[in-house]
């Protein structure tokens, strides 16, 4: 065997949840020093355990780990930061009110007199290594009034202040647009050629093969392989991951938009830190076609499924759907008019994470007069449903009677878009359908949603997935700032870098064009 | 086996585990405050079912009925717990209505001409249904004004018992009568014995029963159990998925009052001739205990009410016959709620047990797939 540099070795790692599931399942992994070297798979490939057991935010329940050729037990963040592991994790572990500076020395801040925090220390700390790694921020800023992608800036820095010398970033360009996911990976580049070492964790595959070294690709919780990514195709790479051939391209028909079923009008909201999120949105959304919101998360999208939703209430403006007014309107009267929402965030509002698959896909239709024979539940009515349902969706699980909990994240997405799209709606909103979850369900979800648009559904479809709101719309608006800012009929056309722009609010299009989105 | 049936296991052998290191604490603390300490502990320990004679022991019946009868009123409370608790609302007048049931019962029983029979159930009715709109109290102030349940409910107890008061001094007390109680109960209106023996063991029992059969459909086999379930698991889902959350919240405090109201009438008029409480009886606060004990479960209700009852007649043995003060019944049960509400019990046991079962899973699959590839 060749002698070679590895900075990190982990061996034969397994691990298993307290919730029974085998996340890793004797696992090779190995890093070689001052590479980028990506970690591939699905979603509940096990991936981010792994990597959290680097991290030592999880023990594993086998295996052994070799840092720098010492075998090292990882028991906690602390003692990986101490061996320099640092990690950026998918969600920013960042405290909002805090400046930059702040933030960077958090837990380490330089005092005067052992007493008083030493602001000026602090800012001058945030400063030097930011020029030092190139990583331009802004130290006095707050970190809720900054954007994501130098939010991301600042995590790294944080690690990187801490002496970390191996990155873990995971899933680090989720959140960012084309210009600064290209702005990142320059960064990275640069730390790279001083010396660290960084472990990229990955969906996407372009993005892979433009920036790493090697990548392991994991499937199921086990390794199976890893390679040089000069050698190995996108093609390849998702054949690995998937075990089969996926369809990365959505196909379906030309769409035949019909009549307009949603109709939002001149909305406008003000949040309650003063901030206004939604700036006189107007757009229609027709029968029969799939309408795309894009934009960098954080520009109004959420704040416009609320009140799509009756989760939040307009300052102005009119939501109507099919005609009625849906504002202030109760949520089980909002879905007998046909609506139905694939909400952005699973685990708050799609699910109820201790009860059954069962409970949960029924959770819509419960007091449907054939799930009750007088006061009871029909308890057989219920058990075919949801047995109809898992099997329709394609739902994993052991049986009806298995906590949502339990699931892997693609699953439980399965869960909620088996009970939003089984009701038949006319208005399917669907928020980030499938965020965090591996290529087969995505591909399912995908191919779901077109299909209920092409049977004459009206679907909005709401994503900062740039790949997936071209991909799948019939035409999209761009939301920047609390305002739609472009519309483009037909998305055949559009290229990331074009949205990019009006995604980062560098362009945007006239009145007239955009007005267009209401069909009147 | 199924690792259902395997973890469901676990979880009962957790709580029996649970339950003999609080009995073993309870023990160093006897022994290191006792100078009798084994007799102390067989008066804790058997005391309840067995009677120590100079013959020899032998089971004592009469005591085991009482040990039964001490159930009926914690049975519903421990019911209406789990109702309330379940929906996530942390409703603590349970205490306070089960005397304000027992003082509408009693009333009714004083005053109210009516026949055997019909006399019984107007009266745990009319008791009840006050239990439920007392409810409606904190779950308004909870639903419209946002006021914390928890808060409301606790001093409404205080606000119960008092008015109670009041009501017994001045309009309903027997002024014959040395201490204050009410005149006594019609015959009519008395929840009789199932067997004469003085054991206070009256067919409220079997209406208890029957209860927990009734919460137990009402909780896991319709739509209103259902909501209510869902809203405790995950509120903002069950929002979104179009429950109608306030009105769900409400009903779970009211269906946790009928209880509460009921137990409360069932109990004065079994157990009692005139209205004597003067002060809030503590069954409410045994109920929070039960529930948590059955993990909200109804169907553990009696099991977890039965447990309670020996204990703390455990206990009354135990300060009776030897040195050891009564307030030890609070150090057990203090010390089986550590075990109990600690999560991490025995956690890495059951990391053991999902390890390996999870392995057993993944080695079937392996197996059932290589079958699916040799077959193609």
């Known amino acids: ?520 | 086996m199924s690792s259902d049936k395997r973890l469901f296991l676990f979880n009962f052998l957790r709580g029996a585990a649970a339950i003999l290191l609080a009995l073993l604490v309870a023990t160093v603390f006897i022994f290191l405050s006792s100078k009798q300490p084994l007799t102390s502990l067989k008066y804790l320990l058997l005391g309840p079912v067995i009677s120590f004679k100079s013959t020899g022991a032998v089971f004592n019946t009469t005591s085991f009925l009482t040990l039964l009868a001490a159930m009926i009123p914690t049975i519903f409370s421990g019911l209406a717990v789990c109702v309330m608790f379940s929906a996530n609302q942390f409703n603590l007048a349970g205490e306070g209505v089960i005397m304000l049931g027992a003082f509408v019962g009693g009333l009714l029983g004083i005053y109210l001409k009516l026949n055997t029979g019909l006399h019984q159930v107007v009266c745990v009715l009319v008791a009840a249904i006050v239990g439920g709109l007392i409810m409606l109290i904190p779950a308004l102030l909870k639903v419209k004004l946002g006021a914390s349940e928890m808060v409301t409910s606790l001093m409404l107890n205080y606000v119960i018992m008092f008015v109670i008061l009041h009501f017994l001094n001045f309009t309903f007390a027997d002024r014959s009568k040395g201490a204050t109680q009410s005149f006594p109960f019609q015959a009519t209106a008395k929840i009789p014995e199932i067997v004469a023996n003085g054991t206070k063991l009256t067919w409220g029992l079997v209406i208890a029963l029957v209860f927990v059969v009734i919460i137990a459909l009402f909780m896991y086999r319709t739509k209103w159990g259902y909501a209510i379930r869902m809203i405790g698991i995950n509120q903002a889902f069950a929002q979104y998925s179009g429950i109608q959350v306030g009105a769900i919240i409400v009903l779970s405090q009211v269906v946790g009052g009928i209880l509460a109201g009921m137990g409360g009438s069932i109990e004065m008029l079994g157990r009692y001739n005139t209205f004597i409480w003067r002060e809030l009886p503590g069954y409410g606060w045994l109920g929070i205990t039960i529930a948590i004990l059955a993990k909200n479960n109804p169907i553990f209700v009696p099991v977890a009410a039965l447990f309670i009852a020996y204990l703390d007649k455990g206990c009354q043995l135990m300060a009776i016959n030897s040195d050891v003060p009564f307030e030890m019944i609070d150090i057990i049960q203090a010390s089986i709620f550590l075990f109990f509400a600690a999560e991490q019990f025995l956690a890495k046991y059951r990391q053991r047990i999902v390890v390996r079962i999870a392995q057993r899973d993944l080695a079937l699959q392996e197996a059932a797939a290589g079958q699916e590839g040799s077959k193609s």
């Open chain 1, 1 to 520: 065997m060749e002698q070679e540099d590895f900075v990190v070795q982990m061996k034969g790692i397994s691990k298993v949840y307290p919730n029974g599931i085998a996340a890793n399942r004797d696992v090779d992994f190995f890093l070689r020093r001052g590479e980028i070297h990506a970690i591939m798979g699905e979603n509940g490939a096990g991936k981010s355990t792994l990597m959290k057991i680097l991290f030592g935010l999880e023990e594993p329940t086998s295996g052994e780990i070799l840092v720098n050729g010492e075998p090292v037990s990882i028991t906690s963040p602390n003692k990986a930061i101490a061996l320099g592991i640092g990690m950026v994790h998918q969600h920013f572990m960042l405290v909002p009110s805090l400046t930059v500076a702040e933030n960077i020395v958090l837990g380490m801040a330089p005092t005067k007199s052992r007493l008083f925090v030493d602001y000026k220390k602090a800012v001058q700390i945030a400063e030097e290594n930011a020029d030092r790694y190139n990583l331009r921020i802004d130290p006095n800023a707050k970190v809720v009034d900054i954007p994501v992608g130098m939010k991301q800036k600042v995590e790294i820095l944080k690690a990187l202040v801490r002496g970390a010398k191996i990155l873990i970033l995971d899933e680090p360009t989720a959140v960012l647009t084309t210009q600064e996911t290209s702005e990142l990976f320059k960064e990275l580049v640069s730390l790279k050629e001083q010396g660290f070492t960084i472990i990229f964790i990955s969906h996407k595959l372009k993005e892979i093969k433009q920036i790493t070294d090697r990548l392991t690709i994991m499937r199921g919780g086990k390794s199976v392989g890893v390679y040089e990514t000069a050698n190995i195709s996108e093609e390849e790479i998702s054949r690995l991951m998937v075990g089969r051939d996926v369809i990365l391209e959505v196909v379906k028909e030309q769409s035949q938009p019909r009549e307009t079923v949603l109709k939002v009008r001149d909305l406008e909201y003000t949040d309650r830190w003063n901030k206004k999120m939604l700036d006189k949105v107007s757009f229609s959304v027709r029968r029969g076609e799939i309408l795309g919101v894009a934009g960098v998360e954080g520009n109004g999208q959420r704040e416009l499924v609320d009140m799509l939703f009756n989760l939040n209430t307009p300052d102005a403006g009119s939501v109507e759907v099919s005609g009625k007014s849906i504002i202030r309107m109760p949520q089980n009267r909002i879905r007998d008019h046909g609506v139905s929402l694939v909400p952005e965030d699973r685990m708050t509002y799609g699910i109820a994470d201790l009860a059954t698959i069962e409970e949960n896909v029924i959770s819509d239709r419960f007091d449907e007069k054939r799930f009750n024979s007088g006061v009871l539940f029909n308890m057989r009515e219920i058990h075919q449903e949801s047995d109809t349902l898992i099997v329709d969706y394609r739902i994993l699980s052991k049986s009806r009677r298995q906590q949502v909990k339990m699931l892997s994240g693609g699953n439980i997405q399965k869960v909620v878009v088996a009970r939003e799209l089984s009701s038949k709606p006319t208005l399917l909103i669907a928020d980030q359908p499938t965020r965090g979850i591996d290529v087969g369900a995505t591909e399912f979800i995908r191919a779901q949603i077109v299909d209920l648009s092409r049977n004459g559904a009206a679907v909005l479809l709401v994503s900062a997935d740039l790949n997936e709101v071209i991909e799948l719309s019939d035409s999209l608006i761009v939301m920047y700032g609390g305002k739609v800012v472009a519309y483009f009929e037909d998305t055949d056309k559009l290229d990331d870098i074009t949205m990019g722009e009006y995604m980062l609010g560098l362009k945007h299009q006239t009145e007239e064009e955009i007005a267009k989105v209401c069909y009147e």
